[in-house]
């Protein structure tokens, strides 16, 4: 009998690969969602790139209901995203486009998600970003949807948001993450500043059974330093 379940929209990513196998590893039902399959997880929903955000989030609710067959998730993590730079004078509306579609329109699907699958007492973790607290000169389109993602979780951390009772809305804010890409982009980076992915999903682990869970609405800040992260609830 599997331990629980859970959804991890991003699934095939860095970090969505490393949540999948580490629940697996748990014995937890997984489900991916994600533009291409992992064949770590119990259940894939592709969605089509291409398709209008109402589209999405109906493809990925039919999908899921088809399999959950009534039954409740402990979690919907939502670890989908990506990273583009430019200022006002650089692609500002492509790039900011983008970023929207990558990281707001997962978010916020993955919170009409948590409103019908959720247990009560569940999590939703979404991802946002620390460098989004302040100015992103450097990359605005980035900021502005990382931004974005703070706010929902504010708003679904609120009273009366639609979420299921008790159940625990969070975003993280990481710094930098140890991904093999970032490894391969920036060879001569400190990695003792970046947090693992291991941690990260360790993390969300804990909150699931309730240990150490900040107030719902939290956005946790992931700072990493000589091999050590810290949290930091903003």
């Known amino acids: 009998m599997a331990s629980g379940r859970i959804v991890v929209y991003g699934g095939r990513g860095a970090l969505g690969s490393a949540c999948v196998n580490h629940f697996k590893s748990a014995n937890f039902w997984v489900a991916s969602v994600d533009l291409q399959p992992n064949d770590k ?98 990359m605005i389109g980035y900021g502005v949807a990382k931004a974005a993602v703070h706010q929902l979780t504010k708003s679904l951390g609120a009273k009366d948001s639609g979420l299921p009772e008790n159940s625990l809305a969070v975003a993280i804010l990481p710094v930098s993450l140890d991904t093999e890409m970032n490894r391969k982009w920036m060879p001569k980076a400190d990695f003792s500043s970046w947090t693992p992915l291991s941690y990260v999903a360790q993390l969300f682990d804990n909150w699931i059974k309730g240990e150490d869970r900040p107030p719902s609405g939290s956005l946790v800040a992931l700072v990493t330093k000589d091999n050590k992260t810290d949290l930091i609830v903003e």
């Open 41 to 138: 997880a119990d259940l894939n929903i592709t969605v089509p790139a291409d398709l209008p955000w109402a589209q999405q989030e109906d493809h990925v609710v039919k999908e899921l209901d088809t399999a959950l067959q009534g039954q409740k998730v402990n979690a919907v993590i939502c670890v989908a995203g990506g990273w583009a730079g430019g200022n006002a004078a650089k692609d500002l509306v492509k790039q900011t486009d983008l970023m929207m579609r990558q990281s707001v329109w997962s978010s916020v699907i993955s919170a009409s998600l948590a409103s019908k699958y959720l247990t009560p007492g569940g999590v939703l973790a979404l991802t946002g970003a620390k460098a989004a607290l302040e100015g992103t000169p450097g």
